[in-house]
Protein backbone atom coordinates (compact mmCIF):
# COMPACT_ATOMS: atom_id res chain seq x y z
CA UNK A 1 0.00 0.00 0.00
CA UNK A 2 1.25 3.29 -0.62
CA UNK A 3 2.67 5.57 1.94
CA UNK A 4 -0.02 8.07 3.28
CA UNK A 5 1.17 11.94 2.81
CA UNK A 6 1.56 14.13 5.08
CA UNK A 7 0.29 17.74 3.91
CA UNK A 8 2.06 20.36 5.44
CA UNK A 9 -0.16 22.23 3.97
CA UNK A 10 -3.44 20.99 5.75
CA UNK A 11 -1.22 20.92 9.21
CA UNK A 12 0.28 24.96 8.48
CA UNK A 13 -3.40 26.01 7.69
CA UNK A 14 -4.91 24.46 10.82
CA UNK A 15 -2.39 26.47 13.28
CA UNK A 16 -2.64 29.37 11.50
CA UNK A 17 -6.18 29.59 12.05
CA UNK A 18 -5.56 29.14 15.85
CA UNK A 19 -2.72 32.19 15.33
CA UNK A 20 -5.40 34.05 13.87
CA UNK A 21 -8.00 34.10 17.00
CA UNK A 22 -4.46 34.65 19.42
CA UNK A 23 -3.68 37.37 17.81
CA UNK A 24 -7.07 38.77 17.51
CA UNK A 25 -7.49 38.13 21.38
CA UNK A 26 -4.20 40.13 21.59
CA UNK A 27 -4.92 43.01 19.37
CA UNK A 28 -7.94 43.41 21.77
CA UNK A 29 -5.63 43.62 24.46
CA UNK A 30 -3.93 46.27 22.78
CA UNK A 31 -0.77 44.43 21.01
CA UNK A 32 -0.30 43.44 17.92
CA UNK A 33 2.66 40.74 17.28
CA UNK A 34 5.39 42.72 15.21
CA UNK A 35 7.88 40.75 13.01
CA UNK A 36 11.11 42.18 11.05
CA UNK A 37 12.72 40.63 8.61
CA UNK A 38 16.34 41.89 7.10
CA UNK A 39 16.86 40.62 3.60
CA UNK A 40 20.52 41.78 2.25
CA UNK A 41 21.35 41.20 -1.80
CA UNK A 42 19.21 39.81 -4.63
CA UNK A 43 19.07 35.93 -3.82
CA UNK A 44 15.86 34.79 -5.74
CA UNK A 45 15.44 32.06 -3.36
CA UNK A 46 15.77 34.33 0.09
CA UNK A 47 13.68 36.84 -2.06
CA UNK A 48 11.08 34.44 -2.09
CA UNK A 49 11.11 32.99 1.36
CA UNK A 50 10.63 36.76 2.38
CA UNK A 51 7.64 37.13 0.40
CA UNK A 52 6.05 34.30 2.08
CA UNK A 53 6.49 35.12 5.25
CA UNK A 54 5.47 38.82 5.04
CA UNK A 55 2.20 37.30 3.03
CA UNK A 56 1.91 35.03 6.06
CA UNK A 57 1.91 37.32 8.91
CA UNK A 58 -0.37 39.75 6.97
CA UNK A 59 -3.03 36.62 6.16
CA UNK A 60 -2.33 35.91 10.44
CA UNK A 61 -2.84 39.69 11.58
CA UNK A 62 0.44 40.23 12.87
CA UNK A 63 2.57 43.10 11.64
CA UNK A 64 5.32 42.40 9.41
CA UNK A 65 7.94 44.69 8.54
CA UNK A 66 10.63 43.91 5.91
CA UNK A 67 13.95 45.89 5.69
CA UNK A 68 15.74 45.33 1.85
CA UNK A 69 19.65 46.15 2.05
CA UNK A 70 21.91 46.16 -0.98
CA UNK A 71 24.87 43.62 -0.76
CA UNK A 72 27.27 46.64 -0.11
CA UNK A 73 25.61 46.80 3.13
CA UNK A 74 28.35 46.43 5.76
CA UNK A 75 28.69 44.58 9.08
CA UNK A 76 28.50 47.29 11.16
CA UNK A 77 25.64 49.06 9.28
CA UNK A 78 23.23 45.29 9.45
CA UNK A 79 24.56 45.32 13.40
CA UNK A 80 23.04 48.76 13.98
CA UNK A 81 19.99 48.18 12.42
CA UNK A 82 19.54 44.97 14.84
CA UNK A 83 20.24 46.97 17.70
CA UNK A 84 17.27 49.48 16.58
CA UNK A 85 15.22 46.57 16.32
CA UNK A 86 16.43 45.43 19.65
CA UNK A 87 15.18 48.55 20.98
CA UNK A 88 11.98 49.17 18.75
CA UNK A 89 8.79 48.03 21.65
CA UNK A 90 6.43 47.73 17.89
CA UNK A 91 9.04 44.97 16.98
CA UNK A 92 8.65 41.19 18.92
CA UNK A 93 10.46 39.02 16.85
CA UNK A 94 13.57 39.69 14.32
CA UNK A 95 14.82 37.37 11.77
CA UNK A 96 18.09 38.21 8.81
CA UNK A 97 17.48 36.14 6.39
CA UNK A 98 20.69 33.72 5.85
CA UNK A 99 22.68 33.05 3.72
CA UNK A 100 24.60 36.56 4.28
CA UNK A 101 27.35 38.04 1.87
CA UNK A 102 30.77 36.85 2.54
CA UNK A 103 31.60 40.20 4.09
CA UNK A 104 29.67 40.06 6.83
CA UNK A 105 30.17 37.25 9.86
CA UNK A 106 26.88 35.06 10.35
CA UNK A 107 27.49 34.57 14.08
CA UNK A 108 28.28 38.00 14.93
CA UNK A 109 24.50 39.03 13.24
CA UNK A 110 23.05 36.03 15.58
CA UNK A 111 25.01 37.01 18.25
CA UNK A 112 23.73 40.61 18.19
CA UNK A 113 19.76 40.05 17.95
CA UNK A 114 18.13 39.86 21.30
CA UNK A 115 17.53 35.81 22.52
CA UNK A 116 14.27 37.14 23.97
CA UNK A 117 13.23 38.70 19.88
CA UNK A 118 15.35 35.78 18.10
CA UNK A 119 12.47 33.59 16.42
CA UNK A 120 14.37 31.83 14.45
CA UNK A 121 15.88 30.24 17.16
CA UNK A 122 19.55 30.55 16.02
CA UNK A 123 20.78 32.73 19.23
CA UNK A 124 23.18 30.70 21.48
CA UNK A 125 21.07 31.05 24.31
CA UNK A 126 18.09 29.32 22.31
CA UNK A 127 19.82 26.84 21.40
CA UNK A 128 21.66 26.02 24.63
CA UNK A 129 18.02 26.38 26.29
CA UNK A 130 16.44 23.93 23.56
CA UNK A 131 19.45 21.05 24.04
CA UNK A 132 18.60 21.03 28.40
CA UNK A 133 15.17 21.49 27.19
CA UNK A 134 14.32 24.48 28.54
CA UNK A 135 12.18 27.31 27.24
CA UNK A 136 13.27 28.96 24.52
CA UNK A 137 12.39 29.62 20.78
CA UNK A 138 12.19 26.41 19.29
CA UNK A 139 13.96 26.69 15.40
CA UNK A 140 11.10 27.07 12.61
CA UNK A 141 12.25 24.07 10.35
CA UNK A 142 13.03 21.54 12.75
CA UNK A 143 9.91 22.32 15.04
CA UNK A 144 7.72 22.21 12.05
CA UNK A 145 9.39 18.66 11.78
CA UNK A 146 8.39 17.77 15.03
CA UNK A 147 4.70 18.70 14.82
CA UNK A 148 4.35 16.49 11.46
CA UNK A 149 5.31 13.85 12.57
CA UNK A 150 3.02 14.13 15.66
CA UNK A 151 0.60 14.52 13.15
CA UNK A 152 0.41 11.19 11.43
CA UNK A 153 -0.53 10.17 14.54
CA UNK A 154 2.63 7.63 14.86
CA UNK A 155 4.29 7.42 18.12
CA UNK A 156 8.35 9.05 18.21
CA UNK A 157 9.60 7.40 21.10
CA UNK A 158 11.61 4.48 20.71
CA UNK A 159 12.11 4.52 17.27
CA UNK A 160 15.05 4.90 15.23
CA UNK A 161 15.45 8.02 13.86
CA UNK A 162 18.23 8.46 11.29
CA UNK A 163 18.68 12.19 10.01
CA UNK A 164 20.76 13.12 7.08
CA UNK A 165 22.52 16.10 7.38
CA UNK A 166 24.52 18.44 10.28
CA UNK A 167 23.84 22.21 9.38
CA UNK A 168 22.83 24.23 12.28
CA UNK A 169 19.40 25.29 10.98
CA UNK A 170 18.20 21.75 10.25
CA UNK A 171 20.03 18.78 11.05
CA UNK A 172 21.53 18.87 14.71
CA UNK A 173 18.25 20.92 15.88
CA UNK A 174 15.96 18.16 14.96
CA UNK A 175 18.01 15.59 15.94
CA UNK A 176 17.83 17.38 19.67
CA UNK A 177 14.11 17.78 19.01
CA UNK A 178 13.87 14.20 18.29
CA UNK A 179 16.01 12.48 21.38
CA UNK A 180 14.11 14.92 23.62
CA UNK A 181 10.64 12.82 21.97
CA UNK A 182 12.53 9.84 23.15
CA UNK A 183 13.98 8.29 19.83
CA UNK A 184 17.39 6.60 18.99
CA UNK A 185 18.56 9.24 16.90
CA UNK A 186 21.69 8.38 14.32
CA UNK A 187 22.78 11.90 12.46
CA UNK A 188 24.52 10.89 8.88
CA UNK A 189 26.33 13.18 6.90
CA UNK A 190 28.98 14.29 3.76
CA UNK A 191 31.19 11.70 5.29
CA UNK A 192 29.26 8.60 6.74
CA UNK A 193 30.24 5.36 5.47
CA UNK A 194 27.31 3.38 3.44
CA UNK A 195 24.26 5.73 4.12
CA UNK A 196 21.97 3.18 3.05
CA UNK A 197 22.77 0.46 5.66
CA UNK A 198 22.50 3.12 8.15
CA UNK A 199 19.57 4.47 6.47
CA UNK A 200 17.88 1.42 5.82
CA UNK A 201 17.67 0.88 10.05
CA UNK A 202 15.41 4.27 9.99
CA UNK A 203 11.52 4.30 11.61
CA UNK A 204 11.55 7.71 10.87
CA UNK A 205 14.03 9.03 8.18
CA UNK A 206 14.84 12.82 7.89
CA UNK A 207 16.58 14.05 4.90
CA UNK A 208 18.20 17.31 5.13
CA UNK A 209 20.94 17.40 2.68
CA UNK A 210 19.68 19.48 -0.60
CA UNK A 211 20.48 17.05 -3.28
CA UNK A 212 17.41 16.11 -5.54
CA UNK A 213 16.14 13.03 -5.13
CA UNK A 214 19.39 11.55 -3.12
CA UNK A 215 17.12 9.15 -1.43
CA UNK A 216 15.42 6.07 -3.41
CA UNK A 217 13.44 3.21 -2.01
CA UNK A 218 16.35 1.15 -1.84
CA UNK A 219 17.42 3.26 1.28
CA UNK A 220 14.06 3.34 3.23
CA UNK A 221 13.04 0.72 5.39
CA UNK A 222 9.77 -0.55 4.00
CA UNK A 223 6.60 1.73 6.76
CA UNK A 224 9.48 4.56 7.97
CA UNK A 225 8.48 7.54 8.30
CA UNK A 226 9.90 9.89 5.67
CA UNK A 227 10.23 13.73 6.12
CA UNK A 228 11.60 15.83 3.31
CA UNK A 229 13.24 18.68 4.03
CA UNK A 230 15.33 19.21 0.91
CA UNK A 231 13.55 22.00 -1.67
CA UNK A 232 16.04 21.87 -4.88
CA UNK A 233 15.24 23.48 -8.24
CA UNK A 234 16.10 21.20 -10.96
CA UNK A 235 17.05 22.20 -14.66
CA UNK A 236 13.23 21.99 -15.57
CA UNK A 237 12.46 24.65 -12.53
CA UNK A 238 10.53 22.43 -11.20
CA UNK A 239 11.05 21.78 -7.11
CA UNK A 240 11.83 18.88 -5.98
CA UNK A 241 12.93 17.36 -2.62
CA UNK A 242 16.05 15.21 -1.43
CA UNK A 243 13.07 12.08 -1.67
CA UNK A 244 12.87 10.59 -4.65
CA UNK A 245 8.56 11.10 -3.75
CA UNK A 246 7.67 8.39 -6.42
CA UNK A 247 9.48 5.59 -5.61
CA UNK A 248 9.92 6.21 -2.07
CA UNK A 249 6.09 6.57 -1.54
CA UNK A 250 5.71 2.69 -2.91
CA UNK A 251 7.60 1.79 0.70
CA UNK A 252 7.23 4.02 3.31
CA UNK A 253 4.46 4.21 5.62
CA UNK A 254 4.01 7.79 5.77
CA UNK A 255 5.87 10.88 3.63
CA UNK A 256 5.91 14.76 3.27
CA UNK A 257 5.55 16.09 -0.31
CA UNK A 258 8.00 19.00 -1.47
CA UNK A 259 6.34 21.55 -2.23
CA UNK A 260 3.75 21.59 0.20
CA UNK A 261 5.20 19.45 3.34
CA UNK A 262 7.58 20.49 5.37
CA UNK A 263 7.98 24.47 3.64
CA UNK A 264 4.38 25.68 4.95
CA UNK A 265 5.33 24.47 8.29
CA UNK A 266 8.75 26.63 8.86
CA UNK A 267 6.78 29.82 7.97
CA UNK A 268 3.78 28.79 10.56
CA UNK A 269 6.02 28.10 12.91
CA UNK A 270 7.41 31.60 12.48
CA UNK A 271 4.63 32.67 12.94
CA UNK A 272 3.97 30.86 16.50
CA UNK A 273 7.10 32.14 17.82
CA UNK A 274 6.01 35.86 16.73
CA UNK A 275 3.39 35.56 18.49
CA UNK A 276 4.84 33.80 21.40
CA UNK A 277 7.86 36.45 21.70
CA UNK A 278 4.61 39.19 21.34
CA UNK A 279 3.25 37.23 24.90
CA UNK A 280 6.30 37.05 26.50
CA UNK A 281 7.88 40.30 25.62
CA UNK A 282 4.77 42.52 26.51
CA UNK A 283 3.69 39.83 29.55
CA UNK A 284 0.13 39.85 27.63
CA UNK A 285 -1.08 36.46 27.14
N1 LIG B 1 17.50 30.65 5.28
C1 LIG B 1 17.01 29.41 5.04
N2 LIG B 1 16.24 29.00 6.07
C2 LIG B 1 16.25 30.00 6.98
C3 LIG B 1 15.64 30.16 8.24
O1 LIG B 1 14.94 29.29 8.77
N3 LIG B 1 15.88 31.35 8.86
C4 LIG B 1 16.69 32.31 8.32
N4 LIG B 1 16.89 33.42 9.02
N5 LIG B 1 17.27 32.18 7.15
C5 LIG B 1 17.05 31.03 6.48
Excluded: W
Excluded at 9 to 38: C, F, S
Excluded at 65 to 71: S, Y
Excluded at 74 to 91: G, K, M
Aim: aromatic fraction near 2%; charged fraction near 20%.
Amino acid sequence: MPAQVISGKEVAADIRAALKEDVTQLKQQGVTPGLAVILIGEDPASQSYVRGKAKACEETGIYSRVIRRDESLTQDELLSEIERLNADSSIHGILVQLPLPKHINEKAVIDAIRPDKDVDGFHPINVGNMIIGDECYLPCTPHGIIELIKRSGQNIAGKHAVVIGRSNIVGKPVSMLLLQENATVSIAHSRTADLGSLTRQADILVAAVGRPHMIGAEHVKPGAIVIDVGVNRIASGKLVGDVDFEAVKEVASYITPVPGGVGPMTITMLLKNTVEAAKRLTAVQ
